[in-house]
Structure formats: C-alpha cells, structure tokens
C-alpha cells in the first residue's frame, strides 16, 4: 500500500511503493515516485476534517483565553490534538488567523515546515500573522 496525502483543498494522493520512512506529511522524499492515483477528497470528508478542527479549535480558545504563558497555550491537548489531525487542517488555521490574531505560529511551522516570519519579527503577533498570510496567499492555502 502506497503513502497518501490529504489537501482538503487538493484531494488524496496515493503514492508509488513509498515506504513509510520516505514519507513525511505526505510528501516524498526521494527523487522518483509515481503517482498511482488522484482521489478528489469527498466533500463529506472535507466537512468532517473542518468539523473536528472547529470543535478542537473551540476547546483551545476558551480553555487558555486568560493564560499569558505561550508555551502553555500551544502545549494544550486541544492544541496539540489539532496539530496530529495533519497538514489537512493547514487551510482551517489561516482563515482563523485571517479571520483574527491568535497563537497559530506554532502549528503552522510544524504542519508546513515553513517559516516565513523575519527573525526580527519573532514575538510580533500583528507581523507574525501578516507574514504568514502573505505566505498563504502566495502559495495558493488562502
């Protein structure tokens, strides 16, 4: 069985024979893979995925709203929990921050690997977000 990719936006994707060590997030990291198939991810599916996120993302807002401490705010299991559910949430966590200003950073680094902010900018909610919004745009998540 091959690896797959999820992209609420895109779909799945089933991979040629990669084994699970030459996959991380969906993504191969080896120079040739096949693409076996491209699934359209069902709109069901898509719904679930916003549903949990939601439900989750709730749960984060209004257990840590008076916590001052950023690492206990992104170290909470609702937190934690939206992280594991994988880069198919990465669309749901922009239109949040672009929605507002909160604590995605950390989640977004770790579902994208990217990180747009400027070193300069680190601990700047206001440009921390406007980076990471023109990062979205840019690459087509927004």
Known sequence: MGAYCCDPLIGYREWGEADEKNVTCGVAERDKVDIL??????????????????MW??????????????????????????????????????????????FWFYALRKLTTANPVRQKYAGNVKKMREAWLIWARKNKKL
């Open 37 to 54: 198939e491209f699934v359209p991810i069902p709109e069901q599916k898509v719904e679930e995925i916003r549903d949990q996120f939601a």
């Open 57 to 102: 993302a709730k749960v984060w807002r209004n257990e840590t709203r008076n916590i001052s401490n950023v690492r206990e705010v992104i170290g909470h299991y609702a937190y934690r929990r939206i992280i594991e559910m994988g880069p198919a949430v990465v669309p749901f966590i922009l239109k949040e921050l672009e929605r507002a200003p909160d």
